[in-house]
């Protein structure tokens, strides 16, 4: 079964800038896996960042932006703020109508 | 503005039928694709599925055995039924709306089932 990889977490200072990354077990990422990013605070519903690739979500902040890098998409926060303290996830989709969400990464503010 | 609302027992005995329903306000469950999540306590997102308004489904291949989905559009809902639950089931259960881009765009705020005697 496939598995899509995020790095556990990480910790950006503020005003700094983070890039998380998901990637496959087997294979690469392109723009036709449909990637899509989500933030999620503790006891809080996921909220949509970044859909298609690179499409930021109504009402999200220029300081996200989505991308292909390599073989994996990736979640770039410039000028952290301390508020983007969450858990964030990616979901590509893999075709066939299946769906897999990353593992997760949590990102530190400090 | 689209809303969703998750609803069913928080209590399921193992091996039962865990049950849910999301009623969704702000948009035509006639329309869009409709999808089930779930979270365990303390762990990752993990999909289930979704439901199409023609009754189309699909669903994750490690859960597909144990998920039926449907959908009541004279009630602008749709609904999760996972069968033959045990402990690993217990989770926040969310239900979402698709977007037009493969993209979940409008979420509940989750239910917590938890599976127990």
């Known amino acids: 079964q496939t598995v899509v990889t995020q790095e556990p977490s990480f910790s950006v200072s503020p005003g700094g800038t983070v890039t998380l990354t998901c990637g496959l077990s087997s294979g690469s990422v392109s723009t036709s896996h449909y990637p899509s990013w989500y933030q999620q605070t503790p006891g809080q519903a996921p909220r949509t960042l970044i859909y298609r690739t690179n499409t930021r979500s109504s009402g999200v902040p220029d300081r996200f932006s989505g991308s292909i890098l390599g073989n994996k998409a990736a979640l770039t926060i410039t000028g952290a703020q301390a508020d983007d303290e969450s858990d964030y996830y990616c979901v590509l989709y893999m075709g066939s109508g299946i769906y897999v969400f990353g593992t997760g990464t949590n990102v530190t503010v400090l | ?117």
């Open chain 2, 1 to 117: 503005q689209v809303q969703l609302q998750e609803s069913g027992p928080g209590l399921v005995k193992p091996s039962e039928t865990l049950s849910l329903t999301c009623t969704v306000s702000g948009a035509s469950i006639s329309s869009y694709y409709w999808s089930w999540i779930r979270q365990p306590p303390g762990k990752g997102l993990e999909w289930i599925g979704y439901i199409y308004y023609t009754g189309s489904t699909n669903c994750s291949p490690s859960l597909k055995s144990r998920v039926t989905m449907a959908l009541d559009a004279s009630k602008n809902q749709f609904s999760l039924k996972l069968s033959s639950v045990t402990a690993a089931d217990t989770a926040v259960y969310y239900c979402a709306k698709y977007g037009d881009a493969y993209n979940l765009d409008y979420w509940g705020q989750g239910t917590l089932v938890t599976v127990s005697s």
